[in-house]
């Protein structure tokens, strides 16, 4: 079984530029989510999908984060324009069924993204 | 709300030693906790999960945890460790529909 896809792997951008970055989950996973993992800090959740609605977004900074999932599969998250503070691994995951915090999550290798 | 702590940032230990990593939560109301190991330039995996019954709960890789409701403890332990069990080491928590809330992790470095 093919895992979570992330792409790029790395990105270095200078400040004010924008990023984009995808994800394609497990094939018929419902939920997907995508995190934020600063450097020695644990990871935190920006934005969760259950197919292609939006579940939770509270901690995702509006004003330059964006994220969408057309037809329940794939996953991009945007951020326009980037800061110095945005500079960590941004990690998706994904999980089977409605997306409860007792659901498994599978994580995908992640994208380092340093902001310059 | 609910919290995580993770006392130790680096834990050093020698081949075939024991080990233990130690997470204690904070929270008002029953939880489910989990702790996930991240490999280098790797995603986080699912070591194990507590979600209700006995209190020591077995995971992969010979990793098994002890929830304590008392001390609010979800120590991850493994009696014999091998030099591929080097990684970071995240204790979570979560309510039912929460999200998980994770720990700033644990660097377990293994020599020979």
């Known amino acids: 079984e093919a895992g979570v896809a992330q792409s790029p792997r790395y990105k270095i951008i200078e400040k004010r530029q924008s990023v984009a970055f995808w994800c394609n989950p497990i094939?018929?996973?419902?939920?997907l989510y995508w995190y934020q993992q600063i450097l020695g800090q644990g990871p935190k959740l920006l934005i969760q999908f259950q197919n292609n609605g939006v579940v939770d977004d509270s901690q995702l900074p509006k004003d330059r984060f964006s994220a969408e999932r057309l037809k329940g599969v794939d996953s991009t998250l945007k951020i326009q324009p980037a800061k110095l503070e945005d500079s960590a691994v941004y990690l998706c995951?994904?999980?089977?069924?409605?997306?409860?915090?007792?659901?498994?999550?599978?994580f995908g290798p992640g994208t380092r993204l340093t902001v310059l | 709300a609910q919290s995580v702590t993770q006392l130790d940032s680096q834990v050093p230990v020698f081949e075939e030693a024991p080990v233990e990593l130690r997470c204690n939560y904070s929270s008002s109301v029953s939880v489910y906790l989990f702790w996930y190991v991240q490999y280098p330039n790797q995603g986080l995996q699912l070591l194990l999960k507590?979600?209700?019954?006995?209190?020591l709960v077995k995971g992969i890789n010979g990793f098994e945890a002890e929830f304590n409701k008392s001390q609010t403890s979800f120590h991850l332990r493994k009696p014999s460790v091998h030099i591929s069990d080097t990684a970071e080491y995240f204790c979570?928590?979560?309510?039912?529909?929460?999200?998980?809330?994770f720990g700033t992790g644990t660097r377990l470095q293994v020599f020979p």
């Open positions: 094939s018929g996973h419902a939920t």
């Open positions: 995951a994904s999980s089977e069924t409605s997306g409860r915090a007792t659901d498994t999550q599978y």
């Open positions: 507590y979600l209700s019954g006995s209190t």
């Open positions: 979570a928590v979560s309510r039912n529909t929460d999200k998980l809330i």
